[in-house]
């Protein structure tokens, strides 16, 4: 009885020491070492974009015509300003005002050209859970996981920036989908993992 006690007992001490060192392999499939490797794909590729329009700063534009009033809020915040204004006559033969603007060094903060397209860049996304996980076939994964954005500046969180300006299509979806980041809705996202010498990884 003593006999068979022991070695139940050292089975359970291998058991539970094998159970930890899985715990703590970086390469093991676990909650653990996905949240790290998703958590690193979020910083790197899911920044949120506001796209303003596709011509270069400084940027003309009269009152009245497409992101007139998007680039007016943004001026509130100090991400563009006025260099310049004027008057001028639009199509109706009504008198305008009309705006040059230029980013600030604020604004340079958030700027990226991407395609051509003028676009603010903000936020940062955080993990919230890992959903689930398929079971790694070829050193390989997909990962489902929620996330939402945090750290959204003030002139993101403008309800002007999101209701006014936003006649044309492309920009109404974006926005739409935009204010749902901003108000702290849960997104849900998936990505491919794939086992390297040291962990997990999403490049390839």
Not at 22 to 34: R, V, W, Y
Not at 48 to 56: S, V
Not at 74 to 99: C, H, M, P, R, W
Not at 106 to 131: A, C, D, M, Q, R
Request: hydrophobic share 35%; proline share 3%.
């Amino acid at each position: 009885m003593k006999k068979f006690l022991v070695v139940s007992s050292v089975l359970l001490s291998l058991l539970l020491l094998q159970a930890c060192e899985s715990a703590d392999d970086p390469k093991a499939a676990n909650e653990k070492n996905f949240s790290k490797a998703v958590t690193e794909f979020l910083k790197d590729t899911k920044p949120l974009t506001f796209t303003i329009f596709q011509i270069h700063f400084p940027k003309y534009v009269a009152e009245g015509y497409s992101n007139y009033n998007t680039l007016l809020v943004l001026e509130k915040y100090k991400i563009v300003q006025a260099i310049t204004q004027g008057q001028s006559t639009n199509y109706s033969n009504q008198t305008v005002k009309n705006y040059t603007f230029d980013l600030t060094e604020e604004g340079k903060k958030f700027y990226k050209n991407v395609n051509g397209w003028h676009t603010l860049v903000f936020g940062k996304p955080k993990l919230k859970s890992i959903v689930k996980w398929e079971e790694p076939t070829d050193n390989k994964t997909t990962v489902t996981f929620k996330y939402v954005v945090e750290e959204i500046p003030e002139w993101a969180k403008d309800k002007d920036i999101w209701e006014k300006d936003s006649s044309h299509i492309s920009l109404r979806s974006e926005k739409d989908r935009l204010k749902e980041y901003v108000n702290g809705k849960e997104k849900e996202g998936r990505v491919t993992l794939v086992r390297t010498n040291v962990g997990w990884d999403y490049k390839r």
